[in-house]
């Protein structure tokens, strides 16, 4: 019964895509997006899923899933507007370098979405991930310790991914 849910929420998935990207809800592209969606999962049953474990369907979950959409959009505008900033200043008022910082995230798929929320965040840049530790090149390094750049730099982010992936 999980594995036909999981079937299910990745064929709904793919699905939605399919349909965000087509930009037509004419019935004839929503059913040939609702084959594709169900052969690509269909496809990749026998591969092993990152999401096997995640129970999506808690109402929190799903609250801060949809949550942390406008947080990072926010995020995004907040650093854009930093960065702008920056740049037209008469003095570049930089202080680059790379930080190591310290994710309390255990699951891989949010370790993932981690990094790359904080690379399309402008001003900063997820260049290693090795365990728990993401080595981040920040455009005004001003926390020299690991924990200080963490809190500065991923614990907005942490604090959705926490619940939304346990």
Sequence with gaps: MKRLGLFLFITAALWLFWLVFVGNLDPQEMLVGAVAAALVTLLRSGQPCLLENVNFLNPRRVFMALAYIPYMIWAIIVANLDVARRVVQP???INPGIVRIKTRLKNPVARMILANSITLTPGT????????????HWIDVHAQDSEAASREIAAGFEKYLEVIFG
């Design 91 to 93: 003095r570049l008022d």
């Design 125 to 136: 840049l997820t260049v290693e991930v090795s365990g728990d530790d993401l080595y981040i």
